[in-house]
């Protein structure tokens, strides 16, 4: 009863913004099978990358997080929860838990990934990450 309008406000946005990632996290899990053998994307037409760093941004569904992904001199934004990006790091080779899943985090990592339209055309999203490829990969090796 004695609680302001804007406090009740900003309860309710914070507690639907938990909501939301309790949500996404679980069908996160269920798109993904099991950890570790979910069905992989082919990497046949990946191109270079590189994770930046990781940022939020207030949305209508509450605060979501992103990873800023440097495409061909374009900076896209791969959305999810803390777990499916932590997943989306592992795709990307970088599943040794050094990176922490919040906002402000630093990446700097090489990576490649698929992308495609979103659904009404207007953005391009990152489809799926890939790890880098190193020099022996690609046929070359340094001498």
């Not at 679980?26 to 990781?54: M, P």
């Not at 990006?85 to 630093?106: F, K, M, N, P």
Request: aromatic fraction near 6%; include cysteine.
């Amino acid at each position: 009863e004695n609680v302001p309008d804007h406090e009740v406000r900003r309860r309710a946005t914070q507690l639907l913004a938990l909501q939301s990632e309790i949500v996404n996290e679980f069908l996160g899990q269920e798109s993904r099978g099991n950890i570790g053998d979910h069905e992989r994307k082919t990497d046949d037409k990946a191109v270079d990358a590189r994770l930046l760093r990781i940022g939020a941004i207030d949305t209508q569904w509450g605060r979501r997080l992103f990873i800023h992904v440097q495409v061909n001199g374009d900076t896209l934004k791969l959305f999810g929860s803390q777990r499916q990006l932590a997943l989306a790091l592992e795709d990307a080779g970088y599943s040794d838990g050094r990176y922490r899943i919040e906002e402000g985090v630093a990446l700097n990592l090489p990576c490649r990934v698929t992308t495609k339209p979103s659904d009404d055309g207007r953005y391009m999203n990152v489809d799926a990450l890939f790890p880098a490829r190193n020099d022996r990969a690609n046929g070359r090796s340094r001498r």
